[in-house]
């Protein structure tokens, strides 16, 4: 039994090593024939340069010299123009002037320079077109107001009524004088006292336009109209009052309220203060007055 494992041990020995001499033997006869093909591919590449050199020298006569230097330059030129791009060196370079980009530049200028004009031409044509429309719409409208103002055309034939009803306490006396009673004193009186009750609406004795709204200490708040023909009215002792300076009435409308009276007619009571004249001059309300 044991000489018969022995010999089994060695027979698996000696396959062992016959496989191995045999797998190296292949290994090495593959690698010696690789190496035998690089050689030849290496002779295949090899540039003999000085056989070049000679048949140039003996072959090439000077026209094929000169075309062999023009093809070599013009590939080399061809190398440089295709890494060259004038238009962009020259377009970019802040010291190389570029003609077409100037010319693009001066006919931009040219083009907003002409805009600006004509911009300034319409914005010139606008504001007098707009003047001229002020203009044109302020004399219309002059003449509109021209045209809508009432025409004061009293004469020395009109008549007036009366502001408010009531009884005279103090006449109109320019010939004479007249007695106040707060004044305890005989005056000229250029206009009429109408008794009224405080409150009481006022209202204009004639169409008119308003020359003056102010206060007198004696009459307290005053209004004046112009009449017409150098008439004028004035009231006094009034409050609340609803007309202004320039604005027209007419006859019958309500222009103010009575007030309270002032202090120089106490004793006389609530009144009305109501004087016309004509070309300044006072001229008696009762003649009028119907």
């Keep these: 039994m044991r000489r018969s494992r022995r010999r089994g041990l060695v027979k698996e020995r000696v396959l062992m090593v016959a496989s191995a001499v045999l797998v190296l033997g292949s290994l090495t006869a593959t690698g010696i024939w690789l190496g035998r093909d690089r050689n030849t591919q290496d002779e295949g590449y090899v540039v003999d340069l000085s056989a070049i050199e000679n048949n140039t020298a003996a072959g090439l006569n000077e ?128 206009a009429i006292i109408i008794q009224a009750n405080e409150g009481d609406l006022i209202t204009a004795a004639s169409a008119g336009k308003v020359s003056s709204v102010f206060t007198d200490p004696q009459i307290g708040n005053a209004v004046t109209m112009e009449l017409g023909g150098g008439y004028e009215a004035t009231y006094g002792q009034l409050t609340n009052i609803l007309v202004s300076e320039g604005s027209y009435v007419a006859a019958g409308d309500v222009i103010a309220e009575v007030a309270s009276p002032t202090k120089y007619f106490s004793v006389e009571g609530t009144n009305v203060y109501f004087k016309l004249t004509k070309d300044g001059e006072p001229v008696n309300p009762m003649a009028k007055l119907n």
């Excluded at 377009?91 to 002409?114: A, F, I, L, R």
């Excluded at 002059?142 to 009432?150: F, H, I, N």
Aim: glycine content about 4%.
């Design 63 to 190: 026209e094929d010299s000169m075309n062999l230097a023009e093809s070599v330059t013009q590939g080399a030129s061809t190398q440089d123009d295709l890494d060259y791009d004038p238009y962009f060196q020259e377009t970019n370079s802040q010291k190389v002037e570029n003609p077409d980009q100037s010319e693009s530049e001066s006919m931009s200028d040219g083009t907003t320079q002409e805009s600006a004009d004509n911009e300034k031409k319409e914005q010139d044509t606008k504001e007098q077109g707009t003047e001229d429309a002020s203009a044109d719409q302020e004399e219309n409208t002059t003449a509109l107001s021209t045209a809508m103002q009432p025409a004061l055309t009293f004469s020395d034939s009109d008549t007036l009524v009366w502001p408010i009803v009531g009884n005279v306490l103090v006449n109109y006396s320019m010939d004479k004088t007249v007695y106040f009673p707060t004044l305890q004193q005989y005056k000229y009186n250029p």
